[in-house]
């Protein structure tokens, strides 16, 4: 069995470096801990992909493709599969100067931006720093554990699915939503009103809505602005409140989002 393009579904999965070992991400949390790559600020859970539709590297797509659910495989990705080969005409030597205050802190192995672009300094010397602008896995075999999880089934679980793609962390769990026959609306909760790239989220979300589900032809955001009670009124409750209970620790108070 193998998926269709466009099919949603689930997968985890740990990559490293074949030559190397080097870890290099994980979506379980354990065993990005036990790879000493745990990062306290990431969401870690199975991650949502299109198949067939370059979510996830060339060489993994195609794996996952022919997958079931619940499979498990480790897979080889040569670097045409993965980050491409290494391109001699990307490494680059810069006059030192150029990276102005910074100039004499500049160490190799140093990731420096250069005319908006990102590079790894590999040499110092003669008042310029040679940088490559390669992708830092380019040229490199990827040895990738993956799981297919489970398959996206319904309307409603699709439409959560793409939501979380598009609101990071909890956000994405707060989002309400009432899908009709041809329309999709979507309730923005309070904590995203004034989030950086919300008009970009907001477009992402309908691009997919009407993407993955043919039937829906207008997509509705809502943002609710909820009245919220006498400022004075709440503070006098909240303080006699903190007096009828001395011996609990005054903290600061929790503020629930309405929507």
Known sequence: ??????TLIYVN?????????????????????????????????????????????????????KMDSGERKTVELAPEKAWGDRDPSLL??????KFGEKAGELTVGDVVEVDNRMGVVRFIG??????DFNHRLAGKTLIYDVEVVRKVETEEEKVRSLIKRRFPGELGDKV?????????????PEPAFMAEGLQVTK???????????????????????????????????EAKEAAS???????????ESKA
């Open 13 to 65: 999965y740990t990559a490293k470096v074949k030559d190397t070992g080097e870890a290099i991400e994980s979506t379980v949390e354990e065993e990005a801990k036990k790879l000493n790559i745990y990062d306290s600020e990431r969401r870690y859970e199975p991650r949502l992909v299109s198949v067939g539709e370059d979510w996830v590297l060339k060489g993994l797509d195609e794996q996952i493709s």
């Open 1 to 6: 069995m193998s998926f269709e393009k466009g």
């Open 176 to 188: 309400e939503f009432t899908l009709e026959p041809t329309e999709l609306t979507v309730e923005i």
């Open 203 to 237: 477009r992402g979300v309908a691009n997919d809505a009407v993407h993955f589900l043919p039937s829906v032809t207008k997509v509705t955001f809502k943002e609710i602005y909820a009245k919220k009670g006498d400022a004075k009124e709440e503070k006098a409750a």
């Open 245 to 255: 209970q001395p011996e609990v620790k005054k903290e600061e108070p929790v503020v």
């Open 126 to 131: 003669s008042g310029r720093a040679q940088v």
């Open 92 to 97: 680059r030597m810069i006059p030192i100067r």
